[in-house]
């Protein structure tokens, strides 16, 4: 953390956001400031770009316009052409400075099928932060204690279920200790028994003042987790607010319908 | 049918074969060896980013599984030489043929091996910070390389028999001296037989080996 940095300075902001697959526009120009403890659920239905959005953040998906800025530091190489048009070109280097800084938490949880749990979760601390075999499996215990699965160092994850693969995705990105972490509609392939657990793991986090974004179709999850609330329709920030600001007393039409079609804010 | 089978010389001519299973052990051993490492590294270009490296990956896979070993053998002992200025030893060219042939095989592998893995992989990877060079030899080659083994099995056993074409080029091989032994003897077919027989001692091993393999990277994943 940089003591020179108000603690009320956005840790990761982005102006303009815009993505294009091909002809495609995806994403129409986001601004977004993320403070650090923010918890920011963000809303939408299918092709909204919500998780296109997210993997923006983390370069998953590099942007086809705009900034990304993280802790007051522009991510890419801006080049004006001559007809004053901006292209922006991401090192490897870059990209992967930001992405230690900005975990996530995917949909499919992506595990490494041919490592076991604890396995997992040290490749990081020792590939990418050069730790001691030693000192990442101590690491790695802890967040895997963490999030519930002390019991489960040694086993591979396909012989994890859903919600236990996916806490072992989430202590995979803990053990980095990222700055803002972001979770890409993580409960979205489990089954709805399993579901809870991963919930709860992501509420426990929110008790330590993490940073996080969460995209996610659990309405009554996001207005529990969320200090704010971005609902984007097609491809643009369509209304933000807190989440009691956005969640009980919408403004707009469209997001009052989307919101209504859960059960739990239907009235 | 009159033929009758005589075996008696068999004991008699082991020694013989014995050498040729040496030689035939040796361009086994160099042939898959180059094979898989020159096939590693045509893979990489085969799905380089760089398009003319493609394209060379692409020609030379194509260039050497559509012709004949058997061609391509003849080829590197009678023509290759001209184009040099020097000639090979027949164990020379026989190496040559088989190990381009056994790459472009092994190309393939280890390309479709890599195409497989799923994208969430690389991003799982790449999450955590991890370079592209990392996560390509920590995550994707380790399960290439699981995924593939009943594919580099086949090519293995493939390139041990593909290994009998030297004969042609005089290569003293298995194959070379069971078909010496069969005009000395005149018993060809009980010769070939025992040459069979051997040739499957030979293989056997290696897929029983693989196969257990199989069995214990089940046991774990």
Same mark, same amino acid.
């Given at each position: 953390?940089?003591?020179?940095?108000?603690?009320?300075?956005?840790?990761?902001?982005?102006?303009?956001?815009?993505?294009?697959?091909?002809?495609?526009?995806?994403?129409?120009?986001?601004?977004?400031?993320?403070?650090?403890?923010?918890?920011?659920?963000?809303?939408?239905?299918?092709?909204?770009?919500?998780?296109?959005?997210?993997?923006?953040?983390?370069?998953?998906?590099?942007?086809?316009?705009?900034?990304?800025?993280?802790?007051?530091?522009?991510?890419?190489?801006?080049?004006?052409?001559?007809?004053?048009?901006?292209?922006?070109?991401?090192?490897?280097?870059?990209?992967?400075?930001?992405?230690?800084?900005?975990?996530?938490?995917?949909?499919?949880?992506?595990?490494?099928?041919?490592?076991?749990?604890?396995?997992?979760?040290?490749?990081?601390?020792?590939?990418?932060?050069?730790?001691?075999?030693?000192?990442?499996?101590?690491?790695?215990?802890?967040?895997?204690?963490?999030?519930?699965?002390?019991?489960?160092?040694?086993?591979?994850?396909?012989?994890?279920?859903?919600?236990?693969?996916?806490?072992?995705?989430?202590?995979?990105?803990?053990?980095?200790?990222?700055?803002?972490?972001?979770?890409?509609?993580?409960?979205?392939?489990?089954?709805?028994?399993?579901?809870?657990?991963?919930?709860?793991?992501?509420?426990?986090?929110?008790?330590?003042?993490?940073?996080?974004?969460?995209?996610?179709?659990?309405?009554?999850?996001?207005?529990?987790?969320?200090?704010?609330?971005?609902?984007?329709?097609?491809?643009?920030?369509?209304?933000?607010?807190?989440?009691?600001?956005?969640?009980?007393?919408?403004?707009?039409?469209?997001?009052?319908?989307?919101?209504?079609?859960?059960?739990?804010?239907?009235? | 049918?009159?033929?009758?089978?005589?075996?008696?010389?068999?004991?008699?001519?082991?020694?013989?074969?014995?050498?040729?299973?040496?030689?035939?052990?040796?361009?086994? /051993? $160099?042939? %898959?060896? &180059?094979? @898989?490492?020159?096939?590693? #590294?045509? *893979?990489?270009?085969?799905? =380089?980013?760089?398009?003319?490296?493609?394209?060379?990956?692409?020609?030379?896979?194509?260039?050497?599984?559509?012709?004949?070993?058997?061609?391509?053998?003849?080829?590197?002992?009678?023509?290759?030489?001209?184009?040099?200025?020097?000639?090979?030893?027949?164990?020379? /060219? $026989?190496? %040559?043929? &088989?190990? @381009?042939?056994?790459?472009? #095989?092994? *190309?393939?592998?280890?390309? =479709?091996?890599?195409?497989?893995?799923?994208?969430?992989?690389?991003?799982?990877?790449?999450?955590?910070?991890?370079?592209?060079?990392?996560?390509?030899?920590?995550?994707?080659?380790?399960?290439?390389?699981?995924?593939?083994?009943?594919?580099?099995?086949?090519?293995?056993?493939?390139?041990?028999?593909?290994?009998?074409?030297?004969?042609?080029?005089?290569?003293?091989?298995?194959?070379?001296?069971?078909?010496?032994?069969?005009?000395?003897?005149?018993?060809?077919?009980?010769?070939?037989?025992?040459?069979?027989?051997?040739?499957?001692?030979?293989?056997?091993?290696?897929?029983?080996?693989?196969?257990?393999?199989?069995?214990?990277?089940?046991?774990?994943?």
């Amino acid at each position: 953390m940089n003591d020179t940095t108000p603690t009320d300075a956005p840790i990761l902001r982005c102006e303009g956001l815009r993505k294009s697959f091909g002809n495609l526009e995806v994403l129409k120009g986001i601004d977004l400031d993320v403070k650090r403890g923010d918890r920011i659920a963000i809303i939408g239905g299918s092709g909204s770009g919500k998780s296109t959005f997210l993997r923006c953040l983390n370069f998953m998906e590099q942007p086809t316009g705009g900034k990304v800025i993280l802790d007051g530091e522009r991510i890419g190489t801006p080049r004006t052409g001559r007809d004053g048009s901006e292209t922006v070109t991401y090192r490897e280097r870059d990209l992967m400075s930001v992405r230690k800084r900005v975990g996530m938490v995917f949909q499919q949880f992506n595990l490494f099928p041919h490592m076991s749990t604890i396995e997992n979760v040290m490749e990081g601390l020792v590939t990418v932060l050069r730790q001691s075999k030693s000192a990442a499996r101590t690491r790695a215990a802890e967040q895997l204690d963490r999030v519930g699965l002390g019991d489960k160092l040694d086993v591979y994850p396909s012989r994890l279920s859903g919600g236990q693969q996916q806490r072992v995705a989430i202590a995979r990105a803990l053990a980095m200790d990222p700055e803002v972490l972001l979770f890409d509609e993580p409960t979205s392939s489990l089954d709805p028994e399993l579901v809870g657990e991963v919930l709860r793991t992501i509420l426990a986090l929110a008790e330590d003042g993490r940073t996080m974004l969460l995209v996610t179709h659990e309405l009554g999850f996001a207005y529990r987790f969320a200090t704010h609330v971005i609902y984007l329709y097609d491809g643009v920030v369509h209304e933000t607010g807190t989440a009691e600001q956005v969640f009980r007393n919408p403004q707009k039409e469209k997001t009052r319908a989307f919101i209504a079609r859960s059960s739990e804010f239907s009235l | 049918m009159g033929y009758q089978f005589d075996f008696s010389m068999v004991i008699k001519i082991l020694p013989v074969l014995w050498r040729g299973v040496i030689v035939t052990l040796e361009l086994w /051993a $160099a042939c %898959l060896a &180059i094979g @898989l490492i020159l096939g590693f #590294f045509i *893979a990489l270009m085969r799905v =380089s980013p760089a398009a003319p490296l493609r394209f060379l990956g692409r020609a030379f896979v194509e260039i050497f599984r559509n012709i004949p070993a058997l061609i391509q053998l003849i080829w590197f002992f009678y023509a290759f030489p001209i184009l040099i200025g020097a000639q090979l030893t027949p164990f020379t /060219a $026989a190496v %040559l043929g &088989i190990s @381009l042939n056994t790459a472009a #095989f092994s *190309a393939e592998i280890y390309r =479709s091996g890599i195409q497989s893995i799923e994208r969430g992989q690389w991003e799982g990877a790449m999450a955590i910070g991890m370079s592209r060079v990392a996560t390509f030899r920590r995550v994707i080659l380790p399960q290439v390389f699981r995924r593939m083994l009943p594919a580099f099995t086949n090519r293995a056993v493939e390139v041990a028999k593909v290994t009998s074409l030297a004969s042609v080029l005089s290569v003293h091989e298995l194959m070379y001296q069971g078909r010496l032994l069969s005009s000395t003897y005149y018993r060809p077919l009980e010769i070939l037989t025992t040459v069979g027989i051997v040739y499957l001692v030979m293989i056997y091993p290696m897929t029983w080996t693989s196969a257990a393999l199989e069995r214990r990277m089940r046991r774990k994943a």
